[in-house]
């Protein structure tokens, strides 16, 4: 385990765990490879929850930038993406919430579970939460970010989380099978479109008969009024997590080429074409949609 610990000055921060405001003071931090996880003030030692950890801030587009490159989920990205992506997606912590809830539901005794596009984990770990009842499901997360799984690996090792493996390798090229439960959440969006419909038939394929997918993605609104109006609301949500009107843009023009949003429909029509039954989308905050589409 990577191990550092740095002293900081810190004006009244406030305990991640406790609510309480600590004391304007030094304070020693220790990181562990993905997080902050405990701190004191000289005196008095501060040891996070069980379970809890203090996320990084995410500061990548804080600095005006000379020239904005294509996003990418390097190891700057990696490192603060906990941070990064509950003050980017409205509602993140709950949709993760919610990917258990319909896993209890779907998941099929001796079958696999993927997360495709993982990053830290979150879905895998979820979707384990939701299946600890049901025997033998064995959880894969794919990731083409060495940075990313790093990171999952710890964050699954720290919750014993034993029957998640992790494969550095891009969802287009893995086989997949004996599936029950699929999550793409906020992936086929960063993949080109020409190669999504390949991607969805090759998920359907792999599914068991009753098996489901459950995809989240940014959309677009054929409506120009309400595509007007949800970028306005987003960055507003973006606003109210603190971010400034230089990081909203610096960070929308490095995923201007890189983050393709389609519309509901467009995602609808396509998982219709490939063989699905059954899709509905069943959650949505601004333009974060999510849909189940299920194989009956
Ligand atoms: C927005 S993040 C996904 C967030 C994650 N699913 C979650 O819920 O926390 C997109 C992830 O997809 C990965 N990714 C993008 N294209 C990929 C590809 N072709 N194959 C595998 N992973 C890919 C990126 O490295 C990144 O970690």
Redesign the pocket.
Known sequence: MIQCSVIVRLINWESAHSGEVLPSNLIHLTYNATSWCSFNTGSKQYQPAHGTRVKKTDTVFQNPLEAIADF??DAT??DV?EDM?NRS?PG?GL??AL?KTVTCQFAQKNSHLY?????????ALSMHDGSVAIPGCHIIG????ED?LHRAQILTRQKNANNIEFIC??????SLGDASVV?????L???PIE?RGR?IQKIFHALLPGGVLII?EKTSNPNDVDQVLLSQLYHGFKADQGYSKLEISQKRDALDNV?IPESISEHQARLESVGFEQVLPWYQAFSFVSLLAIKK
């Open positions: 990418s989920f990205v990696a993406f992506v997606v993140y949709l993760i990917i997360d495709l596009g993982c990053s830290l984990g979150a879905c794919i990731d083409t970010s990313m390798e891009d969802v287009r090229n893995v999550v793409l959440n906020l992936t969006q960063f993949l190669d991607l989240s983050l």
